[in-house]
């Protein structure tokens, strides 16, 4: 267990519809980061978060946007779904920025019908 | 950008053969990690070794970071190490985990 929470854990919904996914990092860790993983594609990244601040943005579309509480929790919001985002996507905690190891979350697996 | 080639991209053993996972990386970086991701889709956290070499039971890793490359090795195979192994980098002066394309891995009985 990497101590880092993602939920749901699935999540199925139509075209043109709007989710958010959550996530927990691990206590004490204060860097979140987004990554997305389509169907036999590598991991990509998408935007990072330090203690509440935006830091690093990856190829986010800009119908993603995400933000990171006062509590540390993150939130990626994904609107106007396309079938192209279909994906897992995951969320990793670090304690700081670029030197230290990420901890990934188990993912949430976003099918778009 | 910083580029991150992993090689063999396939890999078919049988159980209880060895392995040498190679990932080559065109520029300095602060961070190196392995990941394992399982056929469920996990991403298991393996080695942090930006250098050295560290062992965990039947895995080892080592970093050559002058020479811009890292190796994972793998003894004794079993069933469960079968899924796609992920070298992922920082690289200088950024924040962000740079994965490679990964070596999928399938170990027989």
Redesign the interface.
Same mark, same amino acid.
């Given at each position: 267990d990497?101590g880092v929470t993602q939920t749901p854990k699935h999540l199925i919904t139509a075209t043109g519809q709007r989710v958010t996914l959550r996530c927990s990092p691990r206590s004490g860790d204060l860097?979140v980061?987004w990554y997305q993983q389509s169907l036999d594609q590598? +991991?990509q990244?998408l935007i990072?978060y330090y203690n509440g601040e935006e !830091?690093?943005k990856?190829n986010i579309l800009e119908r993603f946007s995400a933000q990171q509480f006062p509590d540390l929790h993150s939130e990626l919001n994904l609107s106007s779904l396309e079938l192209g985002d279909s994906a897992?996507y995951?969320c990793?905690s670090s304690v700081a +920025?670029?030197?230290?190891?990420?901890?990934?979350g188990?993912?949430t !697996?976003l099918t778009v019908t | 950008g910083i580029q991150v080639e992993q090689s063999p991209p396939d890999l078919i053993l049988q159980e209880g053969a060895n392995s040498t996972l190679r990932c080559n990386f065109s520029d300095s970086v602060n961070n190196l990690q392995w990941f394992h991701q399982n056929p469920w889709g996990q991403l298991i956290n393996l080695f942090y070794i930006p250098s050295g070499t560290k062992q965990n039971g039947r895995l080892s890793a080592t970093t050559v970071a002058t020479e811009r490359y890292s190796l994972l090795y793998i003894s004794s195979s079993q069933t469960t190490d079968s899924g796609v192994y992920f070298c992922a980098v920082v690289w200088h002066g950024f924040q962000k985990l740079v994965f490679g394309t990964g070596t999928r891995l399938l170990v027989s009985p």
């Amino acid at each position: 267990d990497s101590g880092v929470t993602q939920t749901p854990k699935h999540l199925i919904t139509a075209t043109g519809q709007r989710v958010t996914l959550r996530c927990s990092p691990r206590s004490g860790d204060l860097s979140v980061y987004w990554y997305q993983q389509s169907l036999d594609q590598g +991991l990509q990244f998408l935007i990072q978060y330090y203690n509440g601040e935006e !830091r690093a943005k990856g190829n986010i579309l800009e119908r993603f946007s995400a933000q990171q509480f006062p509590d540390l929790h993150s939130e990626l919001n994904l609107s106007s779904l396309e079938l192209g985002d279909s994906a897992l996507y995951f969320c990793a905690s670090s304690v700081a +920025l670029g030197n230290s190891p990420l901890h990934f979350g188990n993912g949430t !697996r976003l099918t778009v019908t | 950008g910083i580029q991150v080639e992993q090689s063999p991209p396939d890999l078919i053993l049988q159980e209880g053969a060895n392995s040498t996972l190679r990932c080559n990386f065109s520029d300095s970086v602060n961070n190196l990690q392995w990941f394992h991701q399982n056929p469920w889709g996990q991403l298991i956290n393996l080695f942090y070794i930006p250098s050295g070499t560290k062992q965990n039971g039947r895995l080892s890793a080592t970093t050559v970071a002058t020479e811009r490359y890292s190796l994972l090795y793998i003894s004794s195979s079993q069933t469960t190490d079968s899924g796609v192994y992920f070298c992922a980098v920082v690289w200088h002066g950024f924040q962000k985990l740079v994965f490679g394309t990964g070596t999928r891995l399938l170990v027989s009985p």
